[in-house]
């Protein structure tokens, strides 16, 4: 692929301009779904956008001692990594940024949000923020390994550590999802835990802690915050949907390529979807949960289906893979 | 992490009025809490003595925004029982009929705010549309949706039509669906379940050693109902039992409250199709002869207390009003303790606090070591020069 191409798929589709409009649709459609849920009406189609807009032009204040220079980067250096993650996942065929590892690359780059909002809560000087960003910490130590664990399964099967490899190798074999179904489930839990949405929001639950680590940020830091949390839910679908549900690519070979990308992006549209859908109908079934639960929960029954999936896993590679 | 002091009021996106808790926490756990109430005094104990008793049912009717018919009733009880006053039983019915609309539409509202507490939006939004229908009835019956304006001394205000009774009628089937739907909700949405269940325990003898009231107490199966140990109004007539849970805990509190609901439910079904014929009040005399009133009611809430004072004049000599709040506070401090940081929204809500209620003032002459009272006109300076300084005078 030339340099022009390639900065267009950086740069316009299916890189950063497109992610940037997805997030904001993403957003609008979680917020719909859940209050249509809800019944409730919802808001309009450009009010994420609009949200994003009018934030940006608030004016940004400043908790007296804080450290002005990290507080206005950590926003940034989320939505860099989280932005950067995407273009290693597969959009409308494969990426073509894709190498061995990219798949470790992407899952690390997701985790840096989380570190950002504890940096945040811990500079803001404030004790609801403090407490939120222990409470995110926390819960990271609690869903990251069932995450990590339920995301890296898929790359033992397919014998590839490229989310492009493992993409492929479910072309010619069948959906992950069929093949890993507890890993399945447990990397929609993690991925929800990740985006910190109910029953996970403990970091950030209002009527306890305010609104924990964001409950200092303004004007612009709170816009690029909110848009890193949409990016994020918009690449953790997509890697989901990629390393679970076969990506943008059908069994068999498309002709011309145009044809394919379109088919390929449709693929993409409807499966993130799907995840989106699975995600906010959890939001809306549940409460919060509590802190020291979330340790019961995480560590008896996700890190164990985690790791009883890679057994099961290591196992059909002996038998069924190799044969 | 080391102790840290949690400020949890006066203004804090969990209360909807201010109160003020400082929690000391050690980590997520709560090492102990000082309570600070009284944010919010507005003087009607006062103001009600100004008032003589046809303008004070308007007044005494906004102590609560929730619990409005409670007090306008418990008030115009009592002073029917100092000028012994016998009600037509068209009266009483009515009056029961409200009441217990406001308190199926307050439960309904606890219900929406325990789970808002624990971050369980799609029940609030549920309860809250369902609450709504509730408010709609009373809208047809009284006119208001809040405020319902109906009582006054000696019956009420407004009579029922039949299709006023026809149409409330319709709509119970569809209330009774929702309370069942929640009852069975309640029961098996896990993250409620672990969310309630332990979380703020009050043992029975807990609550009777601090005089916990209303669903609190009965959830600790304590039973102890004013509509059944000292009826009033119409609830001697109607058949009802008293829901009593023994968890003790905010789950319990849930249970007793849903219970509640569909107690409150056949009550009003009842009085509905029951309504006895005839006039709707009696005249009553302008002025009170001197005595003293203690009227008790069950509000939403927990047992309502009036104390008039009456002194052969057309306003009372001394009101006193003693909120179910206030009575509850004390064990809300107390199963807080050892809890975790996280449960504090869900407990405090737990009791159902109405805080504005519940401001009292009492002057403190520290060098004299008396207590005392203000009278009308130093109180209302008192509130223009607080105000108009910005701070304490």
């Known amino acids: ?323 | 992490m080391a102790e840290v002091v949690v400020p949890i009021g006066p203004h804090h996106p969990a209360l909807k009025e201010p109160v003020n808790f400082k929690v000391v926490a050690d980590g997520e756990t709560i090492v102990r809490l000082e309570l600070d109430v009284s944010y919010n005094h507005r003087g009607i104990e006062k103001a009600a003595e100004q008032r003589d008793f046809v303008r004070v049912v308007p007044l005494l009717e906004r102590v609560c925004g929730i619990c409005s018919h409670s007090h306008t009733t418990v008030f115009v009880k009592g002073i029917e029982e100092a000028m012994k006053l016998q009600l037509p039983p068209r009266a009483q019915y009515i009056r029961t009929i409200v009441a217990e609309l406001e308190r199926m539409h307050s439960h309904f509202l606890w219900l929406g705010v325990a789970a808002h507490e624990i971050g369980f939006n799609t029940l609030f939004m549920w309860t809250w549309r369902d609450r709504e229908a509730v408010q709609d009835m009373l809208e047809e019956m009284t006119g208001n949706r809040v405020n319902y304006g109906i009582n006054e001394v000696g019956g009420v205000r407004r009579d029922l039509t039949t299709d006023q009774i026809q149409a409330a009628l319709k709509r119970l089937p569809h209330l009774e669906d929702r309370i069942a739907k929640y009852v069975d909700m309640v029961n098996h949405e896990q993250t409620m379940m672990i969310r309630f269940r332990g979380v703020g325990k009050l043992s029975r003898v807990d609550a009777l050693k601090l005089g916990a009231v209303g669903p609190t107490a009965r959830a600790s199966g304590v039973d102890y109902d004013i509509r059944k140990d000292d009826p009033y109004i119409a609830y001697a007539d109607v058949p009802w039992k008293v829901v009593t849970d023994t968890h003790g805990d905010v789950y319990g509190r849930t249970l007793v409250r849903i219970g509640e609901l569909q107690e409150s439910l056949q009550i009003v079904r009842h009085c509905l199709e029951n309504l006895p014929a005839g006039p709707i009040k009696v005249t009553s005399p302008r002025a009170a002869p001197k005595g003293e009133v203690l009227s008790r009611y069950e509000a939403p809430r927990g047992e309502l207390v009036h104390f008039i004072r009456t002194n052969n004049t057309d306003k009372v000599e001394r009101l006193d009003i003693r909120t179910p709040t206030l009575a509850n506070w004390t064990s809300v401090a107390v199963s807080l303790v050892h809890q975790n940081l996280a449960d504090i929204p869900v407990v405090v809500a737990a009791i159902d606090p109405c805080l504005s209620c519940t401001s009292r003032i009492t002057i403190v002459n520290e060098r004299g070591r008396k207590t005392g009272e203000l009278t009308w006109d130093e109180l209302s300076a008192h509130g223009r020069a607080f105000y108009r300084n910005g701070r304490r005078a």
Do not use: C
Not at chain 1, 93 to 114: C, E, K, M, R, W
Not at chain 1, 129 to 150: D, H, K, N, S
Not at chain 1, 159 to 167: L, P
């Open chain 1, 1 to 323: 692929m030339d340099a022009i191409l390639l900065a267009v798929y950086i740069l316009l589709f299916p890189g950063f301009l497109f992610l940037l409009a997805y997030a904001f649709f993403f957003q609008f459609l979680d917020r719909k779904i859940s209050a249509r849920m809800q019944n409730r009406v919802g808001p309009p189609f450009l009010q994420p956008f609009a949200d994003f807009v009018k934030m940006l032009g608030k004016e940004v204040i400043d908790v007296k001692g804080m450290d002005r220079k990290a507080f206005d980067a950590a926003p940034i250096l989320a939505l860099a990594a989280v932005m950067t993650a995407f273009l290693y996942v597969p959009i409308v065929g494969n990426s073509p940024l894709a190498f061995q590892g990219d798949l470790i690359l992407v899952l690390y780059l997701l985790t840096l949000p989380t570190i950002v909002l504890f940096l945040l809560g811990w500079l803001s000087r404030n004790v609801f923020a403090t407490i939120g960003g222990v409470r995110a910490v926390t819960q990271m130590f609690i869903y990251e390994v069932p995450f990590f664990l339920a995301l890296l399964t898929p790359a033992l099967m397919a014998g590839s550590w490229s989310i492009t490899d493992i993409v492929a190798w479910q072309q010619s074999h069948l959906w992950l999802a069929v093949l890993q179904p507890i890993g399945f489930v447990v990397a929609l839990i993690g991925l929800q835990a990740k985006l910190e949405r109910t029953p996970f929001d403990i970091p950030e639950a209002e009527t306890e802690i305010v609104a924990g680590p964001w409950t200092e940020l303004t004007g612009r830091r709170l816009a690029l915050m909110h848009l890193t949390l949409d990016v994020s839910m918009v690449v953790g679908s997509a890697l989901v949907a990629a390393l679970f549900l076969g990506g943008p690519l059908v069994p068999w070979t498309i002709t011309p390529d145009w044809l394919s990308w379109i088919v390929g992006f449709a693929l993409f549209f409807v499966k993130t979807l799907g995840v989106l859908l699975v995600l906010a109908s959890i939001k809306v079934a549940t409460g919060r949960i509590r802190i020291d639960q979330l340790n019961d929960v995480g560590w008896k029954y996700l890190a164990t289906a985690a790791i009883v999936q890679v057994m099961i896993v290591l196992l059909m590679n002996y038998w069924w893979v190799s044969a």
